[in-house]
């Protein structure tokens, strides 16, 4: 994947998300997510079915990359009101590498991957790794993290998997002042994998 192409969507994401960062007052009693109605994203081109609290944005970029022209896909949402949100924004990025360059069977090879991008999207975002874990996810090889960054009040959790050539990455941002985040965890449990593409 073109780590300058994810970085600078981890920076932009995250500006987004620092530059709203004051401290919740209290802890949400009932957040926007619980008064939506999720609805459900079946991504046919992009091989996913997914869960969210509204409609998801989808956006292309294409960046020349060492490995040519890439397709970098991005379905997102921001939360219309951050201090009634558990999550500020909600993102599913998909890219496909060339043959060859990367698939979900070399797992040394792809532990070795998620491992650097988590270590570069701390970096990025000049936070600190809170938890990290090995994972699948509908079969294939997985990594889920969790960074905290601005000074502890906004943190970023994602959820990275490789299938087939293919690239997936499952991001919330929140202010870590909004408490435990259930929302989180649905919007991730709700992720399957259809089969890569061939």
């Not at 790794?129 to 943190?155: C, H, V």
Request: glycine share 6%; hydrophobic share 40%; charged share 20%.
């Amino acid at each position: 994947m073109n780590r300058l192409h994810t970085l600078l969507l981890l920076v932009f994401l995250c500006t987004s998300v620092s530059a709203q960062t004051p401290m919740l007052a209290t802890k949400l009693e009932r957040s926007w997510e619980q008064a939506q109605r999720w609805q459900e994203l079946n991504e046919i081109d992009g091989r996913f079915r997914l869960l969210a609290p509204t409609e998801l944005r989808h956006k292309v970029d294409s960046v020349e990359t060492a490995l040519g022209m890439q397709a970098f896909h991005t379905f997102h949402l921001q939360a219309p009101d951050k201090n009634s949100a558990e999550n500020i924004i909600y993102a599913l990025s998909y890219v496909d590498y060339p043959a060859g360059s990367l698939h979900h069977d070399s797992l040394e090879l792809v532990s070795e991957f998620l491992l650097n991008t988590e270590e570069e999207a701390a970096v990025a975002v000049g936070g600190n790794i809170i938890y990290a874990a090995d994972k699948t996810l509908t079969g294939y090889p997985a990594r889920q993290w969790r960074i905290d960054y601005n000074g502890g009040r906004a943190s970023a959790r994602t959820l990275a998997v490789v299938a087939g050539n293919r690239y997936y990455e499952l991001k919330v941002f929140s202010l870590t002042a909004a408490g435990v985040n259930k929302s989180a965890d649905r919007f991730f449990d709700s992720l399957r994998l259809f089969s890569p593409p061939e």
